[in-house]
């Protein structure tokens, strides 16, 4: 009987700490996200409409540095801001231990005039 409790006290542990981690790799990402925003935040950029979007393929290098795989946008002008705001800046170093995992953000860059 103590085997049992033991075995069934292990294994309510484990579930404890496979919970954690997908809070905490969801923490980390929250945390990637906020410091790109800050990295992105007030572009200078002209558009010809009120809103354009892109999409953002990047990976953490082992130094905690952001490198731009894709950066998809119908205007030229936000790949390249986007490329030139993010592509090789660091990151938090708690950020960084995410593996080769290949993130997406959508960004959407509203036209200030509207």
Known sequence: ?????VLLVVVLASTQIF?????T???NKQKLRSEIALLLEKPQIKLDRNEINASIEFVLNIKGEIVILNVDSEK???VDYVKN??????VDSDITRTG????TLRLKVLNPDS
């Not at 919970?19 to 809070?23: E, L, R, S, V, Y």
């Not at 705001?85 to 660091?90: E, F, I």
């Open 25 to 27: 790799k969801e923490t």
């Open 1 to 5: 009987m103590k085997k049992l409790i």
């Open 85 to 90: 705001r993010l592509n090789y800046k660091k």
């Open 19 to 23: 919970a954690n981690d997908k809070n």
């Open 76 to 78: 030229e002008a936000v």
């Open 100 to 103: 080769n995992e290949i993130f």
